[in-house]
């Protein structure tokens, strides 16, 4: 099955500073990226998706690039802001979605 | 997207004895599905909740320990059998739709096992 690895698990910036998130994926056959943050005692909400015909894709400040070939994809928020604290999820879709284990983004004031 | 809802938002239960969660969406959707998030853990999946018939469980799963119900296109619940400390967690229900690959959540029951 699918094996979603992310990285970093903790990550903290400088308010105004870009964040990047990592993420590998092992199954060639997945084809839909999604991101989703997790605040605290939140649901999990969809920021941000990829699909594998697409290399990179951006809204406002976030944006997500995937390379199929090396088989990752990556988050990156720009001009963080406090709010932009959460856990940060990447997932890989190949008949069902498999999560990495998350990234705790602190963002300081 | 759909409104998605869950009862209880929490609960608290005593060993051996068993939850029913519910999730309902304000609109007819093709796919619904459960997930675990434990303690500051990643989302794993359940299983799938198929219409008129069974689930469909993800490995380490059970329909013993897990049994699933989706009588309509907008319902389904999900009841933790048998349960133990080891089953506090946060359990989702998420919904998609036919042909798309994306997925929503409902808020989570957050449910404590002493």
């Known amino acids: 099955g699918e094996n979603v690895e992310q990285h970093p698990s903790t990550l903290s910036v400088q308010e105004g500073d870009s964040a990047v998130i990592k993420c590998t994926y092992s199954?060639?056959?997945?084809?839909?990226f999604p991101w989703y943050k997790q605040e605290l005692g939140k649901r999990p909400q969809l920021i941000i998706d990829?699909?594998?015909?697409?290399g990179e894709k951006k809204d406002q400040r976030i944006a997500v690039t995937l390379n199929k070939t090396a088989k990752h994809f990556s988050l990156h928020i720009t001009e963080t802001q406090p709010e932009d604290s959460a856990v940060y999820f990447c997932?890989?879709?190949?008949?069902?979605?498999?999560f990495g284990a998350g990234t705790t983004v602190t963002v300081r004031a | 997207s759909a409104v998605i809802s869950q009862k209880p938002s929490r609960d608290i239960c005593q060993r051996g004895t068993s939850l029913t969660i519910q999730c309902q969406v304000d609109?007819?959707?093709?796919?619904m599905f459960w997930y675990r998030q434990q303690p500051g853990q990643s989302l794993t999946l359940i299983a799938t909740?198929?219409?008129?018939?069974?689930?469909?469980?993800e490995s380490g799963f059970v329909i013993d320990k897990f049994p699933i119900s989706r009588p309509n296109l907008t319902f389904s619940t999900l009841t933790v059998s048998n349960m133990s400390p080891e089953d506090s967690s946060i359990y989702l229900c998420?919904?998609?739709?036919?042909?798309?690959?994306?997925?929503?959540f409902g808020p989570g029951t957050r449910l404590t096992v002493l």
């Open positions: 997932a890989a879709y190949d008949y069902k979605l498999s």
């Open positions: 609109s007819q959707v093709t796919m």
């Open positions: 199954d060639s056959a997945s084809n839909y």
């Open positions: 990829i699909r594998s015909n697409v």
């Open positions: 998420s919904v998609g739709y036919q042909g798309v690959d994306t997925q929503y």
């Open positions: 909740a198929n219409q008129g018939s069974e689930a469909t469980y």
